[in-house]
């Protein structure tokens, strides 16, 4: 089974660094048939997809448009977890943040969620 | 604005049969298989349905989907109050190259 444990903190000043973590069990992230992903949910924007890292014969990420210049998600094989970094960040950034596994085309599992607050 | 499209909001008595839409568009739903999460209040998405109409261990065949060119639909038959809650459509992008998602549909069971 898998699990997907996120910690990080929930409360981030305008314009400094979001960064939260995704500890892994029961599957590796460096696992040649996942892909490991970051989604935020707010009421002004739905489910949004940030980007997502993932490891064939190296490692790769894909990110979305709207943060593309702020975001960095990096694996941690050591500890088998991936992090998220959300540079730069105002109240819009202000949501709850998922990390997922896709796997067989799905994303199948996910972390509990972390409510992150941009606020002086 | 989400990219794929589902009415805000749903509902039926028990015992109903409830469908609900998901439009995309031919970079979308047309090229790749549509997934749907279950969302309980404060609580991650659950997946539902995988590659269009599949159902993962555990989720009752009261649960199905469907695709039709660039739309997709989710149907509950036998309506449960357990079953009030958000449904999420889902589906890779080749244009945007990510995950997009609808804005969701609250269901309501009267």
């Keep these: ?20 973590t995704c500890a892994i069990s029961g599957d590796s992230v460096s696992s040649k048939s996942a892909a490991w992903n970051w989604i935020r949910q707010s009421p002004s924007r739905g489910l949004e997809w940030l980007g997502r890292t993932y490891y064939r014969s190296k490692w790769n990420n ?14 941690d094989t050591s500890k088998n977890q991936f992090s998220l970094q959300l540079n730069s960040v105002t109240p819009e ?6 990390c997922a596994r896709t796997y067989g085309g799905n994303n199948d599992y996910w972390g509990q969620g972390t409510l992150v607050t941009v606020s002086s | 604005q989400s990219v794929l499209t589902q009415p805000p909001s749903a509902s039926g008595t028990p ?10 568009s031919s970079s979308n739903i047309g090229r790749n298989t549509v997934n749907w999460y279950q969302q309980l209040p404060g609580t991650a998405p659950k997946l ?15 649960f199905s989907g469907s695709k039709s060119g660039t739309s ?18 889902a589906a890779w992008d080749d244009s945007l190259n990510g995950w997009v998602f609808g804005g969701g549909t609250k269901l309501t069971v009267l």
């Design chain 2, 48 to 62: 539902l349905i995988y590659s269009n109409n599949q159902r993962p261990s555990g989720v009752p065949d009261r």
């Design chain 1, 62 to 75: 894909d990110y979305a448009l709207s943060v593309k210049s702020r975001i960095t998600i990096n694996p």
């Design chain 1, 93 to 98: 950034d202000t949501a709850v943040y998922y």
């Design chain 1, 1 to 20: 089974q898998v699990q997907l444990q996120q910690s990080g903190p929930g409360l981030v000043k305008p314009s400094q660094t979001l960064s939260l």
């Design chain 2, 72 to 89: 997709a639909s989710l149907a509950i038959s036998g309506l449960q109050s357990e079953d009030e809650a958000d449904y999420y459509c």
């Design chain 2, 15 to 24: 015992g109903q049969r409830v469908t609900i839409s998901c439009s995309g």
